[in-house]
């Protein structure tokens, strides 16, 4: 091959390699306490560790309070599959911080027992 043959060739992979960073979404999780949370702004993604208490189930939303060492916080789940979840469980949960009611919760995006 030629040297603009395999000039063209890299410049194309690197086209595409930067057009797939920009598409792609690299998601950013903070990861905080739950006293941090009413620093934050609306929206913000977090991650939190905690201790699981308070569960409520529906085939549509699961909420529960979330522990840590410094505060507790309401976490909510829509459309939950399959998680099994008991009070005093550690657990992972990265979300995005809401407002419900005037009460700051948690949008779960995904939780992971530790």
């Given at each position: 091959?030629?040297?603009?043959?395999?000039?063209?060739?890299?410049?194309?992979?690197?086209?595409?390699?930067?057009?797939?960073?920009?598409?792609?979404?690299?998601?950013?999780?903070?990861?905080?306490?739950?006293?941090?949370?009413?620093?934050?702004?609306?929206?913000?993604?977090?991650?939190?560790?905690?201790?699981?208490?308070?569960?409520?189930?529906?085939?549509?939303?699961?909420?529960?309070?979330?522990t840590d060492q410094t505060s507790t916080t309401k976490v909510v789940l829509f459309n939950?599959?399959s998680l099994n979840l008991n009070n005093n469980d550690k657990i992972e949960v990265k979300?995005?911080?809401?407002?419900?009611?005037?009460?700051?919760?948690?949008?779960?995006?995904?939780?992971?027992?530790?």
């Open positions: 091959m030629k040297d603009k043959h395999i000039f063209l060739i890299a410049l194309i992979f690197s086209i595409i390699g930067l057009l797939l960073l920009l598409i792609i979404p690299i998601e950013d999780f903070k990861e905080i306490t739950i006293k941090e949370i009413n620093s934050l702004p609306l929206e913000s993604k977090i991650k939190i560790q905690g201790l699981v208490n308070n569960i409520y189930k529906t085939n549509k939303v699961f909420t529960f309070n979330l939950p599959k979300g995005i911080v809401k407002t419900y009611k005037n009460s700051i919760e948690i949008h779960a995006k995904s939780i992971k027992k530790l």
